[in-house]
């Protein structure tokens, strides 16, 4: 939509410069292609009125598709939805998870290796207390898990103190981050509906 705004005619274009998405979206439903006389800038407003009614479109069916899933998890994992950083689709992503591999989740350590956040000893030969992060694990529980700890370190005081005095102890900001991980998979797994 953008691009279509960019090269426009001119009177158009200028309508549409600047706008927001939010904004380009809203102005470019409301085009009425019939009544430009120009077929250049007819078609470009069918275009674009075209492009805004989709979108609109589908961001009520996302809409309406969020409110079920809430509804679901408010249902299934009240606890888990009530965790500090866990919204609707971290929450969704995680059940999924838990729920694709029932099998797996014998013990909270299962569940950490699962999502790929158990610690691997890194080191060889002399060095040790070195870790690296797991590399296997359900890839979409793992990023659920990073974007609690984000949001933990960005508004809640205590996980950002203690992020702040791990990296001033000399750990890296990657390695504070796979700790955090381990903590928030044993804080969900607790969390989990059973059965």
Known sequence: MRHLGYTAPDQLHCRLKGLSVTALVT????????????????????????LAHRVQALDAEIAELDEKIESLLVATAPDLL????????????????????PDRLHSEA????????????????????????????????????????????????????YFERRVKEGRTKRDVIRILKRYVAREV??????G
């Not at 409301?30 to 069918?46: E, F, I, Q």
């Not at 009530?82 to 591999?101: C, I, Q, R």
Request: net charge positive.
């Open 27 to 50: 102005e470019s439903a409301r085009l009425r292609p019939s009544r430009s006389g120009d077929p250049l800038t007819a078609a470009t407003k069918a275009s674009l009125a075209s």
């Open 82 to 101: 009530a965790l500090f950083g866990v919204g609707p689709d971290t929450a969704a992503t995680l059940l999924v998870a838990a729920g694709d591999n």
């Open 189 to 194: 797994y607790r969390h989990l509906p059973r």
């Open 110 to 161: 299962a569940w950490a290796h699962m999502c790929g956040v158990s610690p691997v000893p890194a080191g060889s030969g002399k060095t040790s207390g070195h870790h690296r992060h797991h590399l296997g694990g359900d890839r979409q529980a793992n990023s659920a898990l990073w974007r609690i700890v984000m949001v933990r370190i960005a508004h809640d005081p205590e996980t950002r103190a």
